[in-house]
Structures are given as C-alpha cells and as structure tokens.
C-alpha cells in the first residue's frame, strides 16, 4: 500500500493545478469605456481691441429676434480721422473700423454691407464713396476694391444685411441737369448701367434712391423719387415730388405718388410710405400721411396750424405702430425756424412732440441749430442727431416715457448695422 502512497500524492497535485488554471478560449478585445456626454460648447466673445475713449465697451451684443431693429450704430467721431466707431444701443462705444481713402464720413455715403457677427465685429463689410477726384466706390472685406469711379456720385443707400446698393449721379450742362439711378452689388454695379434718368433742362429736380431691395447679392426693387434742388430760400426740410417703384426681376415701373406728394422713407419692411402733402389750395405741405404699398390702407395727421414750413422727414418704426416726423414754423421779426419733433400711433390718436428749445435744454446748449431723425432703435425709442455751433450729439426720444436722454455726446450717425 506504501509504495503507491507518491503516484497517489503526484495524481492529486496534477489534477489540483489543472482545476486551477483557467480554460483558454478566443482572446476577447478590450472593453471600450462609454463615449463622453457632449455638453453645449460656449465660444468666448471676441476680445474688443482698446479704444481711445474712456468709456470700456461691452464683449456681446444681444440679438434682437426683429429682423427690422438695429442691435448697433456706425457713428463718426471727432477724434477718430480715418476710422468709424460702433456703438451699442446704450450709447457705448465697442470697436473702430478703418475706412481707406475715406477723408470725411458722412450718411448716404456709407453703408454696412452684411449683418452684425459678434465673431469679426472689426471686419465688418462696407460699401462706402472715398473723397477722391473723382469718387469711387469701394467695398471693404479685407481689403478695400474699388468697383468703379463715380462721378457726381450721391444719396448712396442700401439693403439692410446685404451688399446691395443705389446711389445717384448728376451731370450739369449749362443750367441742364442729368441725373440716374444705379443699383446692384459688387458684381453687377460695375456694368454702370442706369436704371432710370432724369434730364431737366431747368435744372430743379434730380433723382435720388429711397430704398432699395435685394436678392441674393442683386438688386430686385429700387424706390426713388425726384428731389429739388437746393436753393437760398429758409427751408426746414427738402423738397421732393413722385415716387417711383422699378422692379427689376418683373421689368417693371410704376409711380406710386403723383407731383403733390412728398416722399420721406419706407418703412424697414417696405410695406409702408410716409410722405407730405398740401391741403386743398395750398403749397405748404402741411399734412403727414401713411400709405400701405400692398392694401393701400391710408392714414393721415395734420400738422399743428403754427407749424407755417410744413410737416416732413417722417420715419416708420420696426412694428409699424409708430410714426416720428418734423414740423417747423418761422415767425417774424425771427431769420431762424424753430423745429419741433412729433411722434404718435398711426392713428394720429396719441400725440407727443418736443421743441428744439427741449432738446437743446436737455443737452446743456444754447441753442440748436438743426435736428436730423435717422430712425428708431427699437419700436418705441427713436434717435435723434442735434447740432449746433460746433456741437453734435445722438439722442434718444422714448414714446412710452415721453423722455429725452442723451446717448452719445459728439457723434454724427452714419447707419445701422442690423441682425
């Protein structure tokens, strides 16, 4: 029995060791750990290069859901030669743009050619006329192009977010003066062919674009009216008569106001004009009115009796609720008109109106000397430019409060950069 007590002891141990180790089977790939959870990326706003003013300006700007109102304002100042500032809608100022070849900035010669990117806010697009001999018109990406020498270039405006312009030019002969209408982008304004000319041997009337439409990156519907040309005579506001509508896709023209009537603005969406006209036997154009371009659907509110120079430069607001115009009046032994601003509903129901006497006390001035209404910053807060003796400033009229504020003193506005 002893001597097969070690087989017996060896068996044990092998059958032992075999239970113990494992049993080998396919090699199984290593078990890969979940995919993370995306959270929502945030891209930190761009960091806004220091300016010279004292006033730090802010990192983001909100965007409006409104198409129609502006998130902020392209203003000359003086002390930036060369360069324009933007402004948000609190007045402050949050970056500067270089303008080549560009010696004085001024409206309707400049517009913002693509909508506001908080990402690139000093590489904003522009389409702008130099100061050169003879002008040109240029468009700013990266670097300025100059699309086509112009002339006797004028009243340049364009289609809110896009490259889309019209703008003017005027030839004299003697007391003859030519005048056409252009329109496109940067790919077609370089044809130079007008859409509409004017020749008046008197030498009174010249065209001049309102507003234009675009599609894609051309032009699809200009409106344009014949405006006078100035004289020496004491006047509040310009003189025009017509307006004309030329669609360029359908190849057609039509006139939408006949010679009594003054045309002022389109409203933001292009469904609404204002304009002025005289009542019955009258030259003074002493009545606003309101008319929709597609239902035709008027409105119109008479102008205060003492307002003697007439009711004008009337602009719509984003919601087409509200509506904010000029009147002026001259009284003897007096050489200066006085002018007040107006605003109300379309209904003419609710009315309230500040005298340039107001606004100048509200500035801390003597006196004003001219107020200009470049249109509202939101449905209800509409922006006034008052100057004076070497004096200008952006101020803001609320309807709601019926209040004066100041919002950015020695600023001129150029336009609106939009959504």
């Known amino acids: 029995m002893n001597r097969f007590r070690p087989v017996f002891l060896v068996i044990i141990l092998i059958f032992t060791i075999a239970c113990a180790t494992p049993t080998l089977g396919p090699r199984s790939s290593p078990t890969s750990p979940p995919p993370p959870t995306l959270q929502p990326s945030f891209t930190p706003p761009p960091t806004i290069p220091p300016l010279p003013t004292p006033t730090p300006g802010p990192t983001d700007i909100p965007l409006p859901a409104d198409p129609y109102t502006p998130v902020a304002i392209l203003v000359d100042q003086p002390e930036s030669t060369g360069r324009l500032s933007l402004l948000d809608m609190k007045g402050n100022p949050f970056a500067q743009l270089e303008l080549p070849g560009l010696q004085r900035a001024s409206i309707q010669a400049i517009h913002p050619a693509a909508r506001f990117n908080p990402k690139n806010i000093s590489n904003l697009p522009l389409i702008y006329l130099t100061s050169g001999t003879p002008p040109a018109l240029t468009y700013l990406t990266n670097q300025p192009k100059i699309l086509l020498n112009v002339p006797g270039a004028y009243g340049l405006v364009g289609a809110p977010r896009s490259p889309v312009v019209a703008y003017s030019q005027s030839s004299t002969i003697g007391k003859s003066i030519t005048s056409s209408v252009f329109a496109g982008g940067p790919d077609t304004l370089t044809d130079n062919i007008p859409y509409a000319t004017l020749i008046d041997p008197e030498g009174k009337w010249q ?71 005289p009542t019955s036997g009258e030259r003074l154009y002493n009545t606003l009115r309101l008319l929709n371009l597609t239902t035709k659907a008027s409105q119109e509110i008479a102008a205060q009796p003492e307002s003697n120079l007439g009711a004008g430069d009337a602009v719509i607001s984003p919601n087409n609720r509200l509506v904010a115009w000029k009147e002026g009046s001259l009284k003897p032994p007096a050489s200066t008109p006085q002018i007040r601003i107006r605003m109300s509903t379309f209904d003419g129901a609710s009315i309230i109106d500040f005298t340039d006497q107001a606004i100048a006390q509200a500035l801390g001035w003597t006196n004003v000397n001219r107020l200009t209404l470049p249109g509202w910053l939101d449905p209800g807060t509409l922006l006034v430019e008052a100057n004076s003796t070497n004096q200008t400033a952006l101020l803001t009229i609320s309807f709601a409060e019926r209040s004066v504020n100041i919002l950015r003193p020695g600023a001129t506005f150029i336009a609106f950069i939009y959504p």
């Open 207 to 277: 065209l001049i674009p309102l507003s234009v439409a675009a599609s894609g990156e051309r032009a699809s519907r200009i409106w344009y009216t014949q405006k006078a040309v100035p004289t020496q005579t004491v006047t509040v506001f310009d003189t025009h008569r017509y307006l004309y509508e030329i669609d360029i896709r359908g190849n057609r023209k039509q006139t939408l106001l006949e010679e009594n009537a003054n045309p002022w603005s389109l409203s933001p969406n292009l469904e609404w004009v204002a304009y002025s006209t």
